[in-house]
């Protein structure tokens, strides 16, 4: 084991940082190699209340500015969105977005049909029905026909339901 290393072979503390760890060669006609010297023959530290740290002085310094700026950032970005006056937003508490969608009433599927408000899985199966055996719809009002639909479900409906192209006849 090496001088200064500790049970487990680690260096000491001082001995890591390459100070001197209290055994130093005797002089040249000695039978020993090594003394030990106690701490109160070695030269006075500069410093005997302080800890002897892992950074240097200089280093200490600029970890504390780099934290002391990741602060500042975070008060200020708080700050900024609201957080003195209390208007941050809360998940519980956000307001819904409606989605605005529209479906082509000719071409949607029961699924597509039934993401409309008022319109169910149900009334969607009819629709499509309705669609398979009559033909295509030429306006929105022909939805009327469908059963279950009345002209309240048809005006929450409107909203929802794209623009019908020009029926054919209408061209002759």
Request: net charge positive; no cysteine.
């Amino acid at each position: 084991m090496s001088p200064g290393a500790n049970r487990a072979g680690w260096l000491s503390g001082r001995e890591h940082r390459g100070l001197p760890s209290g055994r130093f060669p005797k002089a040249a006609g000695s039978a020993e190699k090594h003394t030990t010297m106690s701490l109160s023959e070695k030269e006075p530290r500069p410093n005997p209340g302080r800890l002897e740290w892992f950074l240097r002085r200089a280093d200490q310094l600029a970890v504390a500015l780099l934290v002391l700026a990741g602060l500042v950032s975070i008060v200020g970005w708080w700050v900024v969105h609201g957080g003195l006056s209390g208007q941050l937003v809360e998940f519980e508490q956000a307001p819904r977005r409606a989605l605005r969608f529209s479906v082509d009433i000719n071409q949607a599927d029961a699924a597509e049909l039934a993401q409309i408000p008022g319109v169910g899985e149900r009334l969607a199966e009819r629709i499509i029905a309705h669609r398979e055996t009559y033909g295509p719809f030429r306006t929105h009002d022909e939805l009327l026909k469908v059963p279950g639909i009345g002209r309240k479900t048809l005006e929450g409906m409107r909203p929802y339901l794209q623009p019908l192209p020009p029926a054919a006849d209408s061209k002759l």
